[in-house]
């Protein structure tokens, strides 16, 4: 299993963006739908499913929180007609950020927002293409110029992880001061990301739009995470949290799909209503709730 899997949130459109991408993405699939009932947000949908063959999560979740280009999606493409390809479906009743040109880190590039507002990059990348589609993350804000102590910090969590090349602005880029961060690469548990700070003014940051979902196989695992990287109280809710970035990460346990998954509505159900009253997930009560030894003490 992927250990960190992408988690989009929206609106109503989660089935409907599925399936969009996985038509526009070769070596895609949707793996399931499932609908939690009685939640907060009502009946929410959740869809797994992969882009070339990498795994993402999505719910339909009402419009608490919109897609920001805080955190985009990098796709590498070998040719040049390959990018246009993807550009040319990606950007349709969208909004392109930085149009489809040549520029000086690519031959055939292009920064833009899709119709359900999700941004995606696409790069012509002559070298060996060992990821598809990378996350990338964009420190603006308050936490401009803290991407390299970001990628400290998260390789430091994760075992088989790595900081890659690091291309940092020079003393010409301002307002980005010299030395921070221009665009690096990095590794978490064997999956590719991305970093670059940028001190010019947005009017975003990081939200719950876009979380990254980790797999944990126990609780001390996920006691790992959780005590590592929550700094945000009131952000601590149903395994959902934030770290001192502000970026919004969910510590679940490995089982939880397959739980959630069931043939069974009524051990989904169960589950739901353990879950929704948790902050930090409590892995032996989600599984008697399953169990249907809801109340039983452990």
């Excluded at 990498?54 to 805080?70: E, L």
């Excluded at 010409?172 to 670059?196: I, R």
């Excluded at 934030?242 to 069931?262: C, H, L, N, Y």
């Amino acid at each position: 299993m992927q250990k960190i899997t992408p988690h989009l949130w929206f609106d109503k459109e989660a089935k409907e963006a599925a399936q969009f991408y996985t038509s526009v993405f070769p070596s895609s699939k949707i793996n399931s739908v499932t609908t939690l009932r009685d939640t907060p947000s009502g009946d929410c949908d959740v869809v797994s499913f992969e882009l070339a063959g990498q795994s993402f999560m999505s719910i339909s979740a009402g419009p608490y929180f919109k897609f920001t280009p805080a955190i985009s999606f990098m796709v590498a493409c070998k040719t040049k007609d390959e990018v246009d390809s993807f550009w040319k479906k990606l950007n349709e009743g969208g909004q392109a950020l930085m149009p489809l040109d040549q520029y000086p880190f690519s031959e055939r590039y292009g920064w833009t927002q899709d119709k359900y507002g999700l941004s995606w990059q696409i790069m012509h990348y002559p070298g060996e293409i060992k990821q598809k589609i990378t996350p990338v993350l964009m420190f603006v804000g308050e936490v401009a110029g803290k991407a390299e102590e970001a990628m400290r910090f998260y390789t430091s969590l994760f075992k088989d992880s790595s900081i890659g090349d690091i291309m940092r602005y020079g003393n010409d880029k301002a307002p980005d001061p010299e030395g921070t961060v221009a665009y690096a690469s990095f590794n978490l548990a064997g999956q590719e990301f991305g970093a670059m700070d940028s001190a010019h003014e947005h009017h975003f940051n990081f939200n719950e739009a876009v979380s990254l979902m980790v797999h944990c196989k126990d609780q001390q695992e996920i006691d790992h995470y959780w005590e590592k990287m929550s700094a945000v109280p009131e952000a601590e809710q149903c395994g959902w949290l934030k770290d001192r970035f502000g970026v919004s990460w969910q510590i679940t346990p490995a089982s939880m799909e397959q739980m959630m998954t069931d043939k069974d509505p009524a051990r989904a159900a169960r589950v739901t209503q353990a879950f929704l009253k948790m902050k930090k997930f409590d892995l032996a009560e989600l599984e008697r709730a399953y169990r249907g030894e809801v109340g039983v003490p452990s």
